[in-house]
């Protein structure tokens, strides 16, 4: 199981080419918003970038969200996306205790679903697929102990990566 | 959202009612965008009778084509009457900007009108609003950009703060627009124009998505990565993100190319402490891209200084390139990094062109070392190599507190030269003081006389650094030449230091596959076209080549060629002035 991982976002010069990348071959748009992965300033250029991006959950919380199957729980973390089957009504976006669903003016959401394609975009190597050993679903009721409402993490590097990452 | 391949959305603000309008200009395959477009909407809604500052007259931010389409496609247009020359102009800044404008859905943005209050304004591709901001009144350049960060909050990342200092709002002919921080619409006083319109941000958010344009996705995205592969795993962009401009700062003071001291020397051994090298190893903190370039060329300096005793410390991050380090370091004789960054914060924070800037400091030095003013003029000691005059003088600059300071920013070296002497070591190459390159004749007559009165209009300085006979029909052949392919280049609008990986015959597939096919097809005449209407266009607004001056200093200066021909420049000159007019008088074949 796979998943993409911004293991090296402090080297980011704030490019948007992973972004524009996913949404020109992944969502055929032409974007540096609806897209899997995006690049945030940390509050001006002054301060760096963050990425948003799905971290893989197992329960996901925005597959629970979701009133149809649109997203559905993929095996090994993160979420599997039928678009046909959306609704458009947001709940997902709002689930993500990171804000890594984006949601276009139509309220479409936009998730990362771990491909890599925007990896090879990424002059500086901040990117990469990560490969997560198998494991047992979080218990579900240790993310529903908090309120995913009103929580919203900072997905700064540090932040994203796995513990063993340093 | 749909990009219509045929007409340039414009968004016009009118800042007198605070209300917008969107307009479908036509036609793209005239005008192609940047550029042209500027000039394409100047011929439309300006008035080139009317002074620089007339609330009617339009400051235009124009993006093309291509715009976040390919890569390094990622600068802006801005056209506007400068308050230095009062003639139609230009300058080019990225950062966030390009994308920012392409996301929210316009291909430009036209600001006509004066606000009753100080503003700022916001759009995106669902939005637009005046705020007023009356209490950034007098605010630096940093601070105005973290309260103008609290619009738009939620787009962070994908949104471009635009604003004005002091110098902007106090009509200094030089004063800049700083875009993201790091950015600037630089030369030639757009600061003014904003600051005349009441103007003291523009926050830009673009969060809007198109549908893939073109048509045939394949080949969009085939043509996407081939040029993404050659922009970063080539030589060729090497030397901009390795160490950045600066690199040249060694090799030139070697040529005896670059200006010390007002130009009265080209090459000092104190460069050693102001190369490219030295920077990066030294102060290098980080780099940094435009939005939408994979290359990466915004060399960032870590500034740490001791502000009181106990390792009392405070850090900045300062950006820094050739041309700053030529204008406030060498030309100021300064050459301790310790000593410039300060000098660049203050003038970033004043909201001054610190090119500009540099070179009428430098003035200042030469004329108060030549008893020509004296310190009740300048009221600080100015004196090469002596960092604290110049902090001090850079607020003199913005505040204006007697005659000699408010000549000096308005109008720069030959305003005061004019008045008080000193013209003949006044280092101003026609409209403009100098960029940091000595290099000979067509250098001289290129700034002297180019269109923005620049070392970018045209290659003038690499083509005195070729070994090219002195043949003043050839050397303005080739300033033509340069100048129309720079022209299609900033209409698409790619930065200029990717010129050699986007051929004329690159950007046409580049259009084509994006389904903009008419232009595809017009682009070579769209080009010339549009650079007759500039030439056109600066000549309306009052541009006289004949009166152009090239002051004695550059025909003193010696570089590893000797002096400058005074026999030949007259010749380019002569030879150049009837291809620009030329240029102006000609009929557009695509009108
Ligand atoms: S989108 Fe958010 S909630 Fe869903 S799996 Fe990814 S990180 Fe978890
Ligand atoms: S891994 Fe795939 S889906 Fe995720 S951001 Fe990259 S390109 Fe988009
Ligand atoms: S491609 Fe890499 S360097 Fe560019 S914005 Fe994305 S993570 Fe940052």
Redesign the pocket.
Known sequence: MKL?SAAHLDRCIGCHS?SL??AR??HKQFSWNT???RIKSAGGLSRGFEAS?CLGCDPAACASACPTDALSQRSGGGIKFKRDLCLQCGKCAKACPVEAIYLDSEHNPYV????????SFCPHNCLELREVPDREPDRADDTSAHSTDSLSLPTSSADTEPPHAH | MRINPDVSRVLHVDMTTGKAQILDFDSRARHMGGSGLAAALYEAYGTPSAPWDDPTEPIIFAIGPLTGLFPVMTKVVCGFRSPHTGQWTESHAGGRLGLSLRFAGYDALMITGRASALSALEVGSRSMQVHNVHYLRGRGVFGTGRELRRIGRHMSGHRSTMRIGPAGENGLSFACINVDSFRHFGRLGSGAVMGSKNLKGVVVTGDGAFELPGGDSKALNKLYKDSFMEVTSTSKMKKYHDLGTPENLEPLNELRALPWRNLQATSDPAISTVTGKYLAEEYLLRKAACAGCPVGCIHIANLRQQFGEDHEYLYKQVSYDYELIFAQGTMLGLSDPQDILPVLDETESCGLDSMTTGVALAWATEALAKGIISEEETLVPLQFGEVDGYLKALRLLTNAPNEFWHTLGRGGANAAAKKYGGEDFACVLGGQEMAGYATGEAYYVSHALGFRHSHLDSGGYSYDQSDKPKDAQKASDFLVSDERDRVIINSMVGCMFARKEYSLERMQECLHVAGFTALSDTLAQAGTDMQHLRWKLKFDTGFVPEEQTIPKRFMEVTNWKGQADPVYLQDLRNTYTNAIRTMAGAQGALE
């Open positions: 993409l992973c990348a996913c071959l992944v897209a899997g992965i991006i990362c679903v771990h491909c890599g394609r925007c990896i």
